[in-house]
């Protein structure tokens, strides 16, 4: 059974300048007692969750709102276990899927096909699983010869096209999702949206962070609003009969 | 078509670490000479280059006899092409992936084993090297030859818990790439690669605080015919003790901390 608990979670940044990042001004701090360790070694601390506390269990579908910075991305990032809180607790029970950052791991000399395995291994695959999902994203992707040369002559579509099949090819269990699509024409749009509705409707956990009311209003459930990393607000998604997965609209 | 990744136990996990480290190695291997003919036998032939030009070169001004000073240093220089590698490699092995760790949850030993395995690759190209020099100089073979698989096993877990302390350095301080690169040179030649660590005399003291001197003799000895001392088979295998409890330490405490850094 998915389950996904955080406790009074924060998540703090250190943010080094160049003159962090040097050895000489951390030897310096040394040498000079510390006294001047604050300003010379300038560690910023920018807290981007703040006391998060939140349940999630099967088949809740989440959305957050808020603005940019508002803690969004961090929170997935939090939840995949990507990033570790540095108070507070969280335990997540299931298998994170993510479909964000697509395009990490690409590597532009090798073929498409090549890339196809590197992507879903990394995504956890095998390499027999690897090799299995690759008859769907030829369909999907719908890129033919292409993907027996390298990802370098691909246009910015065709990456995301690959990328987002590969993403997209997992059976997810607690799935994330950052708003991060939009390249592509508008009849990749559609597919990738039709694509995207059946691999929600697989996950028993999906958290989606969106600035889009329709998209959140068509695939959550619930929202939780973030501003300066606090949870500020949840309220239950009233569906409106005219919002309905039908393929029309960008994908997230 | 769907996959469903199997949650499986520790060692399932390890198993598919390792097929993952490995195919992205030999992927990058490969991309990385994907459109030169030679591919990566261009390694093969810089080797081969610098063990001839350096090899005629320095014994003639060592004075020493080029049937025993050309296996030794092609030997050496193989050993050592791995070693630096491994080290300059280390010092960026996390930053290169930034966009790996901070999107997709990833084990850091994962990465650095990657570099590992790149390093294993070039050096298994280079042993052609080392087979032809070995063949030309009629250097004798006997069991004792044997003895560089294990010498080499302990040389790459060495490599492997260096790169992973690197990484971690180098991904905090920017200065350490920089830095390292900086004084390989140098570390060239006070590591016996151009010469024996006895050929020092007196002064070869110094070699004992020399871990890659270490590496070298233990893969080197075996292959020319010598059985390596006590002293050096137990001070790799303590190396690689201290060095793994100092990765591992640094993997636990800072591993939370490494998608900031990167």
């Known amino acids: 059974m998915a389950e996904i608990t955080l406790q009074n979670v924060s998540v703090e940044y250190p943010i080094y300048n160049l003159r962090a990042m040097s050895l000489r001004n951390n030897l310096l701090a040394i040498s000079t007692g510390g006294r001047l360790s604050k300003e010379s070694r300038g560690i910023v601390s920018v807290r981007a969750l703040d006391g998060i506390s939140l349940k999630l269990k099967e088949g809740d579908r989440l959305g957050l709102i808020g603005h940019n910075g508002s803690g969004k991305s961090t929170l997935l990032r939090t939840l995949a276990g990507i990033y570790t809180p540095t108070r507070g607790r969280i335990s997540i029970d299931g298998r994170v899927s993510t479909v964000f950052g697509l395009g990490a791991g690409l590597e532009l000399e090798l073929s498409g096909y090549e890339n196809i395995i590197r992507m879903a291994m990394m995504l956890g695959a095998s390499r027999r699983q690897a090799e299995a999902v690759i008859p769907d994203i030829e369909e999907f992707s719908e890129l033919g010869n292409f993907l027996s040369v390298p990802v370098n002559t691909y246009s910015d579509g065709m990456r995301t096209r690959l990328s987002f099949g590969v993403a997209t090819a997992m059976h997810p269990e607690i799935l994330l999702v950052d708003e991060v699509l939009g390249a592509g024409d508008a009849e990749f749009q559609v597919r990738a949206r039709k694509r995207m509705v059946k691999f929600i409707e697989r996950s028993s956990i999906f958290v989606l962070a969106s600035h889009s009311p329709e998209l959140i209003e068509t695939f959550c459930d619930r929202t939780i609003h973030l501003e300066h990393g606090r949870l500020i607000g949840e309220e239950v998604v009233r569906k409106s009969p005219a919002a309905t997965a039908t393929p029309r609209n960008p994908v997230p | ?262």
């Open chain 2, 1 to 262: 078509m769907v996959y469903q990744p199997a949650d499986g136990d520790m060692l399932q996990g390890l198993r598919k670490s390792v097929a993952i480290a490995w195919y992205f190695a030999w992927s990058d291997t490969r991309a990385r000479y994907k459109r030169s003919v030679l591919g990566p036998f261009w390694l093969v032939l810089s080797t081969l280059i610098g063990v001839v030009g350096l090899g005629f070169v320095w014994s003639t001004l060592l004075h020493t006899d080029k049937a025993a000073f050309i296996p030794s240093l092609a030997i050496g220089l193989v050993v050592w092409n791995m070693i630096t590698g491994s080290i300059i490699g280390g010092c960026t092995v996390f930053t290169k992936r930034a966009s790996i760790i901070r999107n997709i949850k990833t084990p850091s030993l994962r990465l650095s084993l990657e570099l590992l395995f790149q390093q294993i690759i070039n050096f298994a190209h280079n042993l052609l090297v080392v087979l032809l020099v070995l063949v030309v100089f009629q250097q004798p073979l006997s069991l004792v030859t044997l003895l560089v698989i294990p010498g080499l096993l302990l040389v790459f877990i060495n490599l492997w818990w260096v790169i992973q302390l690197l990484g971690f350095i180098g991904a905090r301080f920017r200065d350490i790439d920089p830095l390292v690169q900086a004084i390989m040179p140098i570390l060239f030649f006070l590591s016996p690669v151009l010469y024996h660590s006895h050929q020092l005399g007196r002064t070869q003291i110094i070699m004992a605080f020399n871990p890659m001197a270490y590496w070298l003799d233990i893969v080197r000895g075996p292959l020319q015919g010598v059985v390596p001392d006590a002293r050096i088979w137990v001070g790799t295998i303590l190396m690689a003790i201290v060095g793994w409890a100092l990765a591992l330490w640094m993997t636990k405490a800072k591993g939370a901390r490494l998608p900031f850094w990167v």
